[in-house]
DNA sequence: GCCAACGTTGGC
DNA sequence: GCCAACGTTGGC
């Protein structure tokens, strides 16, 4: 089982909005190490996900329940995917980038790596490090 | 194939 | 609001 992490602006879709709904098809993903990563996902993989520019955390915890299928919102014939995934569970209490910055067990994590790659691993120690920074 | 121009993302 | 990072586009 691997784990990943999707960012997503909250005022364009966000972990409320998430819950709500019971899972989504994440697409849109228009960018091609993105896409590789959503091609390498399996069902059963964890997901933390992020919420960037506004609230900068970590505030959940999603699953993998489908592998990568055409995206639906692209072209037919465009190489763009797309994956389903559906929550697990809130955080505790939100992982602020602060925090994930701060903690030099997550000095490689690839969102601080590459701030800008919107569909990111994330080492099985790493994510383990995240839930307990959660944890009040 | 190179690179300048431009657009987008996302942190500060 | 600004800007750094980075991806894409298009002229040459």
Request: no cysteine.
């Amino acid at each position: 089982m691997k784990h990943w992490l999707v960012k997503s602006e909250p005022e364009a879709y966000s972990w409320a909005t998430f819950v709500r709904e019971d899972g989504t098809a994440w697409t849109g993903v228009r960018n091609y190490q993105a896409r590789n990563n959503l091609n390498l996902m399996q069902p059963g993989d964890l997901v933390l996900f992020y919420h960037s520019v506004s609230e900068k955390a970590v505030v959940g915890v999603a699953e993998v329940t489908a592998q990568a299928i055409p995206d639906p919102t692209a072209e037919a014939g465009s190489p763009w995917v797309a994956v389903a995934l559906r929550p697990v569970q809130a955080l505790p209490r939100p992982v602020s980038l602060a925090q994930l910055k701060a903690d030099a067990r997550l000095s490689e994590l690839a969102l601080l790596r590459q701030s800008r790659l919107s569909v990111l691993p994330v080492r099985p120690e790493e994510f383990d490090v995240v839930l307990s920074l959660s944890q009040p």
